[in-house]
């Protein structure tokens, strides 16, 4: 199918792409389907939500996700380090996914993402632009880092009881960094392969 060209998907009409402006919709001439809807965010917008994303990742790993205290004794823990931690144990395997899932894909996510975007911007098509943006489909289902958020604060809440435990800077960092990845990694980034005109293949 020409990239250009778009269906209704009730009633088979089909019409040349319109270029929407952010927020504006189409909708079909003959049975007023919708039939597309424009961006939220421009690729400023996006590419600049990445930059910020990469920063937040940056603060996420480098600061304490949780303090805990007890009878004067405290201890701070940092992604990094409790992937270590569970990598010493027996259950080594779990640390690869843990790792995998909170710490590589959203990073591989914020790169390709920063890669595709900053072409985009100018216009042009990244080098490898099918590969990141298939890469970023895949990355989607591995990036946990809303699960591995509501276990912690779970983890907080239970612990809350017996010990002095408190959020750490690296939390909410990682907080406002997954509602960005979930805001820029959404439908606006693939509407780039109908901007750019990138045939699909
Ligand atoms: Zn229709």
């Known amino acids: 199918m020409q990239p250009q060209l778009i269906i209704c998907e009730h009633c088979d009409s089909v019409y040349q792409r319109p270029a929407?402006?952010?927020?504006?919709?189409?909708?079909?001439?003959?049975?007023?389907?919708?039939?597309?809807?424009?961006r939220h965010l421009t690729t400023d917008q996006l590419l600049a939500l990445t930059v910020a994303a990469a920063i937040l990742f940056m603060l996420a790993n480098a600061f304490p996700i949780v303090e805990i205290s007890m009878q004067g004794l405290s201890n701070e823990a940092t992604l990094w380090a409790s992937v270590e931690?569970?990598?010493?144990?027996?259950?080594?395997?779990?640390?690869?996914?843990t790792g995998l899932s909170i710490i590589f894909a959203p990073a591989l996510q914020i790169i390709l993402l920063g890669w595709v975007l900053y072409h985009a911007r100018s216009g042009r098509i990244a080098p490898g632009f099918r590969t990141c943006m298939r890469a970023l489909e895949h990355l989607r289902p591995w990036?946990?880092?809303?699960?591995?958020?509501?276990?912690?604060?779970?983890?907080i809440i239970k612990l809350a009881g017996m010990l002095e435990v408190h959020a750490g800077l690296g939390l909410w960092a990682m907080a406002m960094l997954t509602v960005l990845i979930i805001l820029i990694s959404g439908r606006d980034v693939r509407d780039l392969w109908n901007e750019l005109q990138v045939p699909v293949r």
């Open 143 to 155: 990036s946990m880092l809303e699960v591995c958020l509501l276990g912690i604060l779970i983890a």
């Open 20 to 38: 929407l402006a952010p927020k504006q919709t189409a909708h079909c001439q003959r049975c007023g389907a919708l039939l597309e809807r424009g």
């Open 85 to 97: 931690a569970l990598a010493e144990g027996r259950i080594t395997i779990i640390a690869l996914v």
